[in-house]
């Protein structure tokens, strides 16, 4: 039942076990990406794991955006 919480439409056009596996990559897409970002302003990007954690990863993304970046050279 845990995609069909995610993606109501996902549940009803595919199997359950498909459903997890689009959810799954989606996470891990997005996971991937905010490892990037987070490599960019000089963090350590193992900090993205925290995304697959809403209680853990909205106070993080609130830490990121309140404390101060690089700046860059002009």
Known sequence: MLPLA????LGLLLP???????VVI???IAVCAAG??????GRNP?????????VLGVPALW???Y????????
Do not use: D, E
């Open 26 to 28: 989606l996470a891990t």
């Open 6 to 9: 995610y993606a109501p439409a």
């Open 16 to 22: 359950n076990w498909a459903a997890l596996l689009v």
């Open 63 to 65: 830490y990121l955006a």
């Open 36 to 41: 990037l970002v987070l490599a960019k302003v």
């Open 46 to 54: 193992y900090w993205a794991l925290l995304l697959y954690f809403p």
């Open 67 to 74: 404390t101060r970046w690089p700046r860059q050279g002009a």
